[in-house]
């Protein structure tokens, strides 16, 4: 079997396409934010290679890389809602400053109390420190401050698939209702993996989410390695 | 022909933001150098939105799908996350949840602050 599923070229992204319009398509009929495409499209494909025994690498070589590759440009593109909404943005720019700030700060603030709470040691730690922010960012991070990429990757995807599926009812549950404000809070939080959600709420939402992605990632960045030296 | 142009032009953005990511030794994405790159050619108006708008809004509109790939790779750190499973599965999930009140909140407050602000002027 895992011979058969080696020498296929599109293994990869028939099962992720595949398994994708199919969460789609029971999220369109069932209408539940349980059945969000993203979360389910990867629980299928994880089980798929399991039960088959296909190691990561030949999905990956399979075509899900040239989805994979496709999320520079798709991330670039953020910048088209940024520029539709750039004057809304510009009017609320302490709202901007001060949400992805504050969010940075209690996700920091977080970290130090798993330090603290589970005594983490170092590399733990820093292994946590970027778990809000892009994949790319996040890992390059982990990799420069001594943390453990991979951990730090799996930390980024629960955080993005957790804030796409969930964030509109914890924004309801939360009380967040201003569009603005919305999309700070899911681009702080969730990275692009929330923005794509945010993206779904609407332009302005869309437009704060993308922002949030590069202020807060810029914050995180330059606030990481003062965090990590309290380890 | 418009789509291939678009996904030129696109490409383009794509490869002068790892060019520039290259160039600079800084943790940051080209992605990020990129989103940069594209606003500040649309704002100086030496791209229009017309140029990049359908290949983009499509980019936009698939992006969930492009990161089920990475979320798979989760598969490959199952061994090394056993130690850290906890407090990952807290941040992930409660740790969220506060940024996103926290971001939320602030950003709400900044606003209504800056809207008092201005009326006492």
New interface residues.
Partial sequence: MSELIGSLAYF?LFL??G??ALAREANRRLGREVFN??LW??IL??MV??ATGTD?ET??AGG??L??R???????????????Q?ELLKR?T??????????????ML??LL?LV??R?DGP?YI??LP??I????GK??S??LGG?P??T???I????????VA?PS??RL?H???P???G???G???H??G???A?ELGDVQ?AAS?L???VA??LT?AAAPLFAGLA | MKYLRQAAILAAVTFAAEIIKYLLPLPVPASIYGLVLLFALLKSGALKLEQVEDVGGFLLEVMPVLLVPPSVSFLTALDAIEDLLLPVLIMGFLGTMAVMAVTGHAAQLAMRLGKGGRKHE
């Fill in positions: 990869g992720t396409l398994t994708f495409p993203l499209s990867t494909c994880c290679l399991l990561f999905y990956y899900a890389d989805l994979d496709l999320i520079t440009p798709a991330t670039i593109c953020l910048a088209i809602p940024l520029y539709r750039f609320n302490g709202a901007v400053l001060a949400g992805c700030a504050a969010g940075v700060l209690a996700h977080g970290c798993m709470l589970f983490l733990q292994t946590l778990k809000s892009t994949t790319a960012i390059s991070l990799e420069e453990y991979a951990i990757m799996a930390t995807m629960i955080t993005g698939i957790f804030g796409a964030s914890l924004l939360f967040v209702t201003d603005v404000a919305q700070l809070a899911i702080t939080a969730s692009a993996a923005t794509s959600r993206v869309g993308s949030a992605i590069v990632g810029l960045v």
